[in-house]
Nanobody, 125 residues
Framework: VQLQASGGGLAQAGGSLTISCAAS????????MAWFRQAPGKEREFVAA????????YYADSVKGRFTISRGNAKNTVYLQMNSLEIEDTAVYYCAAGDGVILSSIGTDRAYDHWGQGTQVTVSS
């Protein structure tokens, strides 16, 4: 399974950016897909996750109300629409997919089996 993230770039504070992730190399959908991020000098942190069958979404408190994770019509594709961007959102964003993700661990990186290479998001003032 390969995850390919794209769409990162530079945005101004208060602006918007959408990143996407496509999973290839499988015929079935993963149980859940998620976005994590890692800023320089910081630990990787959970951003958002979505259950692929139900499309139910989960968010970190820091992005709730500003970010939206969604599943594309194309199988195994997820998007992260980021609005009202803040400088603190600057990070490398990683896409992850899991086959047996349970609710209690949906926000933890150990729950996911496959990871993409990351895409840089930089927010400037």
């Amino acid at each position: 399974v390969q995850l390919q993230a794209s769409g990162g770039g530079l945005a101004q504070a208060g602006g918007s950016l959408t990143i996407s992730c496509a999973a290839s190399g499988r015929t079935s959908s993963p149980n859940a897909m998620a976005w994590f991020r890692q800023a320089p000098g910081k630990e990787r942190e959970f951003v958002a996750a979505i259950r692929m069958a139900s499309r139910y979404a989960y968010y970190a408190d820091s992005v709730k109300g500003r970010f939206t994770i969604s599943r594309g019509n194309a199988k195994n594709t997820v998007y992260l629409q980021m609005n009202s961007l803040e400088i603190e959102d600057t990070a490398v964003y990683y896409c992850a997919a899991g086959d047996g993700v349970i609710l209690s661990s949906i926000g933890t990186d150990r729950a996911y089996d496959h990871w993409g290479q990351g895409t840089q998001v930089t927010v400037s003032s």
